[in-house]
């Protein structure tokens, strides 16, 4: 779109010419215009800036940017869609965890395989749609045994659709993606993992620490050797989504209560990476989260309607998304 002055002005231009030029460069305004207004407000404040100071890792497949947040830690993200969802490649020396696969609207195993050779063990945070697109495609599939298993997940469909609802793509979807029957795929559990057991991947060892709330089946994943605490949506650098029917906010609190006293207990953790957005925090934001989402509770966050049904409570840099009294 031309933003400078009007190139019509020109002197050297004769008359007829002048006319066929304003109307070329007003109709390039108008589309431009037009074409400005759909990008969505979310995707105009892309990139964040946390990501100047990060590790790029050149992937094929333009939906996907990686980056290296740790050693042999990589951080996948998909900037095209509203989530803005990140899942978590993590290498052992004989196995890897894949913490979440994403949307599923582009081909995260051929990310994966660019990155690493070894053998992959999925792992979902917890098993919302954005979380488990790309489940599919894998044949190690580990889960927490909990009462919200993916077999009881069965509004994908709708949850999937909604996520490529206008306003929510930023930019061009992958060629050869059909919207019309985008959905999640399903998969197969392979088996499932308790609270407190620790998965060992050659040399880095990963405890799965039960974390429900924001869905029952929510998991952190703590690398205790290298001072990495893997959140999914408990904890996120945007507004925390608490509204949905499989939502519990006393077990939440008590997530975050228990991941607070973890940070205070660990000295040796360095780096909390949620599921959305920005894949860095300290660890000092959980027990700010926990102050935060007090307030709420206790009916000190100042609260705004959002869509029907629902309210964004806001305490400090804190934003909850919940459910409307
Ligand atoms: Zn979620």
């Known amino acids: 779109m031309w933003r400078g002055p009007n190139p019509c002005d020109g002197h050297l231009l004769k008359r007829g010419l002048f006319q066929l030029c304003a109307l070329v460069w007003m109709a390039s305004v108008f589309y431009g215009s037009v074409a400005t207004a759909q990008i969505p407000d979310w995707c105009k404040e892309l990139p964040h800036p946390e990501y100047k100071t990060l590790e790029q890792v050149p992937v094929s497949d333009p939906w996907f940017e990686v980056y290296k947040v740790a050693k042999d830690t990589f951080a996948i993200y998909e900037p095209h869609q509203s989530e803005e969802v990140i899942s978590y490649l993590i290498l052992g020396k004989q196995k890897a965890i894949l913490f979440d696969t994403g949307m599923g609207i582009s081909d995260i195993k051929k990310v994966v395989e660019q990155l690493t050779k070894l053998p992959i063990i999925v792992l979902n945070s917890h098993t919302h749609n954005d979380h488990v697109g790309g489940n599919w495609e894998f044949k190690t599939i580990y889960a927490i045994d909990t009462e919200f298993k993916p077999e009881s997940a ?140 007090d307030d709420f509770r206790s009916g000190n966050a100042t609260c705004k309607p959002d869509k029907p049904g629902r309210q964004v409570c806001t305490s400090g840099k804190f934003r909850f998304l919940v459910r409307a009294n």
């Open 154 to 293: 069965k509004d994908y469909l709708a949850d999937a659709q909604e996520e490529i609802a206008p306003g929510e793509i930023c930019g061009e979807l992958p060629k050869g993606f059909d919207p019309a029957t985008y959905t999640v795929r399903p998969w197969k559990v392979t088996r499932y993992v308790h609270d407190g057991e620790t998965i060992d991947l050659g040399g880095r060892a990963l405890e799965v620490l039960a974390t429900p709330g924001h869905t029952p089946d929510g998991i952190t994943l703590y690398d205790r050797g290298n001072g990495l605490l893997f959140t999914g949506d408990t904890y996120y650098p945007a507004t925390i989504w608490l509204y949905r029917p499989e939502t519990n906010l006393n077990l939440y609190g008590e997530s975050i209560d228990t991941l607070a006293v973890l940070t205070q207990m660990e000295p040796s953790l360095k780096l909390v990476l949620g599921a959305h957005n920005v894949p860095v925090a300290p660890p000092s934001v959980l027990p700010e989260l926990v102050n935060a989402f």
